[in-house]
Nanobody, 126 residues
Framework: QVQLVESGGGWVQTGGSLRLSCTVS????????VAWFRQAPGKEHEFVAA????????YYGDSLKGRFTMSRDNAKNTVYLQMNSLKPEDTGVYYC???????????????????WGQGTQVTVSS
């Protein structure tokens, strides 16, 4: 049973930073990708970033690279999303998700991710 558990969300002022964590359990071998998506109130899920295993390649949503950085701790089966220079428009629920046997062309495609965490709220105040 694959499970993903996010943590690290919270409230921060504009310009602040947060680090989200996503711990994956069950079926952690093989080739897969863990991604972050976010959903603002009344909007669709938006791709934020992804990290492939085992090669560690990272991908970012348009305009997020440079402020957001994804990393991993293999020993803990945990990936992180470091978010800097946060803006009010970064507010939303952040979800981590996993897809098996990823390919670069669909790394940001929500439908490719079969397993999702429960989400963690990020609120950036102006």
């Amino acid at each position: 049973q694959v499970q993903l558990v996010e943590s690290g969300g919270g409230w921060v002022q504009t310009g602040g930073s947060l680090r989200l964590s996503c711990t994956v359990s069950g079926g952690t071998g093989g080739s897969y990708a863990v991604a972050w998506f976010r959903q603002a109130p009344g909007k669709e899920h938006e791709f934020v970033a992804a990290l492939r295993r085992p090669n560690g390649a990272t991908y970012y949503g348009d305009s997020l690279k440079g402020r957001f950085t994804m990393s991993r701790d293999n020993a803990k089966n945990t990936v992180y999303l470091q978010m800097n220079s946060l803006k009010p428009e970064d507010t939303g629920v952040y979800y981590c998700a996993r897809q098996m046997n990823p390919i670069a062309s669909t790394i940001s495609a929500k439908y490719r991710y079969a397993y999702w965490g429960q989400g963690t709220q990020v609120t950036v105040s102006s």
